[in-house]
T-cell receptor
Framework: SAVISQKPSRDICQRGTSLTIQCQVD?????MFWYRQQPGQSLTLIAT?????????ESGFVIDKFPISRPNLTFSTLTVSNMSPEDSSIYLCSVFEGYEQYFGPGTRLTVT | SQELEQSPQSLIVQEGKNLTINCTSS?????LYWYKQKYGEGLIFLMM?????EEKSHEKITAKLDEKKQQSSLHITASQPSHAGIYLC????????????FGQGTILTVHP
């Protein structure tokens, strides 16, 4: 099974600033995904990040707010831009491998 | 869009007791994933079911996907405090791997 790490594990940020979250996988994977879990809520898919192409965003999420990079098959970043308190969430990186889907430990973001 | 409903929303049991969590879909399930989440952390992959009637077990946890492929159940035998956490079911869209829709989660508390 894929082993996923994320940095930072948590952060407290001021509104109006941006934070970049890193996701590292221990094997090469084609499909990587970014999910968000707002307080007390379940997970929602933000976007799909495939290497060599632009990220594909789900309804309600836009590139200007959540730019994503996927420079190679083991790494991706998600930036949360111009943050507001509503962006306070856990952000999780996920990969699909071998017909199974794995999630990273998450990045807990608090915006004040 | 597909919706998943989990029941119960929360469950408190005494150590040693058996329990069942259900996940009902508004549409046919093509792939159903079960995860466990500790509060504020990432998701731990438990099992993935694809075929109607399929049943998988890992240690004391068994998951089934019914024949009509619109409901799954997760059964824990002889529960232990280590089983405590949030159990989430996630459904594959059937059109794209990795794009999961999640239920709202079931909070399990196990009293020693």
């Amino acid at each position: 099974s894929a082993v996923i790490s994320q940095k930072p594990s948590r952060d407290i940020c001021q509104r109006g600033t941006s934070l970049t979250i890193q996701c590292q996988v221990d094997s090469q994977v084609t499909m990587m995904f970014w999910y968000r879990q707002q307080p007390g809520q379940s997970l929602t898919l933000i976007a799909t990040a495939n290497q060599g192409s632009e990220a594909t965003y789900e309804s309600g999420f836009v590139i200007d707010k959540f730019p994503i990079s996927r420079p190679n098959l083991t790494f991706s970043t998600l930036t949360v831009s111009n943050m507001s308190p509503e962006d306070s969430s856990i952000y999780l990186c996920s990969v699909f491998e071998g017909y199974e889907q794995y999630f990273g430990p998450g990045t807990r973001l608090t915006v004040t | 869009s597909q919706e998943l409903e989990q029941s119960p929303q929360s469950l408190i049991v005494q150590e040693g007791k058996n329990l069942t969590i259900n996940c009902t879909s508004s549409k046919t399930l093509y792939g159903l994933y079960w995860y466990k989440q500790k509060y504020g952390e990432g998701l731990i992959f438990l099992m993935m079911l694809q075929k109607g009637g399929e049943e998988k077990s890992h240690e004391k946890i068994t998951a089934k996907l019914d024949e009509k492929k619109q409901q799954s159940s997760l059964h824990i035998t002889a529960s232990q405090p280590s089983h405590a956490g949030i159990y989430l079911c996630g459904a594959d869209s059937g059109t794209s791997y990795g794009k999961l829709t999640f239920g709202q989660g079931t909070i399990l508390t196990v009293h020693p």
